[in-house]
């Protein structure tokens, strides 16, 4: 079995202390993790304090050679990758395949963000003035990475740093330290990265918080990049506010699908199905309500029920699975919980309601009373609620009703009312006529309200630089006193 080493200024590293990293559909250990300490945060920050400088300056062309390298990389690793998300994290292939192909996109798009304007000439006021604004990268962004998405949000926390001059300690989850950190230090030593700009370190379960420590304590980390619930988000949100440094916050959602009459319904049934099911609902864009018009509330319902329950489970790495292993036996029984939870104050089960094995089946819940938690809050398992609703503005007001808002879907076949719709729903993401997962690279993913704050891609500039004043004056004039 492999044992795995941190990635810390270009060298490879051992530890005295190594963790169990497990098979979530076989229960059996997979890798040999380093538990990594504060003192490995450290250094991994001293290294990229270190190559700042020279990676910050590095011309735009040389810096685009390596993320296209490292896109080439990850497309010729594929299968491997592939292979071990299923074994690391129980991806399905759908989705193992859909994370590979937006890593590769994600490079390669990045490897012109070198090239985007660095700044913008603003007039002055000031006789002989020319001022402009420029934009200067903050210098070591820290990474925390979640298990679900392991391997493209691991590249997202990287990437998009990295692309506009920052050097990145990057520190996965303790579920997915391979598929979502050493596995992305490998592909990117091997590209070329220079030695620094990338560390990754690891950590054994339940021991984050050091490393966060360090991160919040050192002033050469400027900005901490995070991707997870809300609940940590908001945790590290209030460290950064007493420590004075920028937090980029992805986090959870309870995204609605509305399903409006004129919708087509088989295709309505399909979108559904994806949204609320794949990756075993453990996407933060994962549909957790679909709000169906009551006119064809019923045939909708019956036909989603018939397809939920076609849906493949078992082992993900079996080519045809759809629905994998939750991540953990905890997040599992926690995913039961809160069904059976809902099914005793009054829900009906229409589909699923039990595990099987280390997998939860696809479950669609009717008539869940509002006090049950999975009313309005994410579940991180395959569980949709259904309900019924008089109108579009009904729907609405229920999708807006939740603290979240990161993505929603509006099944209908008049795009331009469900552009109007769009509109008004309270989410950094609307999709109409369509569902609620997407992720493009060039587009700028993100939540609103408890969903997180700022957005993905090209746009992640402004979270990733900071923008200085400089003029230069002509003359000598005068000054006031
Ligand atoms: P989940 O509960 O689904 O694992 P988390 O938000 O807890 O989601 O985890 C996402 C990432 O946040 C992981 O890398 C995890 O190690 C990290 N994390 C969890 N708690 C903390 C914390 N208090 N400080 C810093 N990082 C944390």
Redesign the pocket.
């Known amino acids: 079995m492999r044992e795995y080493q941190q990635y810390i200024g270009g060298q490879w590293t051992g530890s005295d202390q190594l963790f169990d990293d497990l098979d979530p559909y076989r229960g059996t250990v997979m890798a040999r993790i380093p538990a990594g300490t504060r003192s490995d945060a450290a250094r991994a920050i001293d290294a990229a304090a270190a190559a700042f400088p020279a990676w910050a300056d590095r011309p735009p062309a040389e810096k685009q050679a390596l993320f296209l390298k490292a896109a080439d990389i990850v497309e010729r690793r594929e299968d491997e990758i592939k292979e071990l998300l299923a074994t690391e994290t129980g991806c399905a292939g759908g989705f193992a395949h859909f994370q590979v192909l937006t890593a590769t996109r994600l490079l390669r798009q990045a490897a012109n963000w070198g090239y985007l304007p660095a700044g913008e000439v603003i007039r002055s006021d000031m006789p002989g003035t020319f001022a402009l604004a420029l934009r200067k990268p903050l210098g070591v962004v820290a990474g925390?990475?979640?298990?679900?998405g392991a391997h493209v949000l691991a590249w997202r926390t990287v990437v998009n740093p990295l692309a506009f001059g920052n050097t990145v300690v990057l520190?996965?989850?303790?579920?997915a330290p391979i598929s979502a950190g050493l596995l992305v230090a490998e592909i990117m030593a091997e590209a070329g990265f220079p030695d620094g700009t990338i560390n990754v370190i690891t950590?054994a379960p339940g021991q984050?918080?050091p490393?966060?420590d360090e991160f919040f304590d050192r002033p050469e980390v400027r900005c901490i990049n995070?991707?997870?619930?809300s609940?940590?988000?908001r945790?590290?949100a209030e460290r950064a506010g007493r420590a004075l440094k920028r937090c980029v916050l992805e986090l959870g959602g309870y995204n609605p699908l509305i399903v409006l009459a004129d919708a087509d319904l088989d295709y309505a049934v399909e979108a559904a199905a994806f949204a609320a099911f794949f990756h075993s609902g453990q996407i933060c864009m994962n549909a957790r309500k679909v709000l169906v018009e009551q006119p064809v509330y019923d045939t909708f319902i019956d036909r989603l029920t018939t397809r939920a329950k076609s849906l493949p489970t078992g082992d993900p790495a079996v080519p045809g699975t759809i629905i994998g292993p939750l991540i953990t036996p905890a997040a599992r029984d926690r995913v039961a919980r809160e069904v059976d939870e809902a099914v005793a104050e009054g829900a009906t089960v229409l589909a699923g309601g039990g595990s099987d094995g280390p997998c939860y089946q696809p479950t669609i819940l009717a008539d869940v009373p509002a006090g049950a938690r999975i009313h309005s809050e994410e579940t991180?398992g395959p569980v949709l609620v259904a309900q019924p609703v008089a109108d579009a503005d009904e729907a609405v007001k229920i999708a807006n009703s939740t603290r979240y808002g990161l993505s929603a879907g509006l099944i209908t076949s008049d795009n331009q009312r469900g552009f109007a719709l769009a509109r008004r729903i309270e989410a950094g993401v609307v999709h109409v006529n369509d569902q609620t997962i997407a992720d493009e690279p060039q587009l700028p993913l993100g939540g609103v309200k408890d969903s997180g704050w700022g957005r993905s891609g090209p746009e992640s500039m402004s979270d990733f630089t900071e923008l200085q004043w400089i003029t230069t004056r002509d003359g000598t004039g005068p000054y006031p006193i």
């Open positions: 925390i990475s979640p298990w679900n520190k996965p989850s303790e579920e950590h984050a918080v490393i966060a995070f991707t997870g619930s609940a940590t988000g945790i590290l991180f």
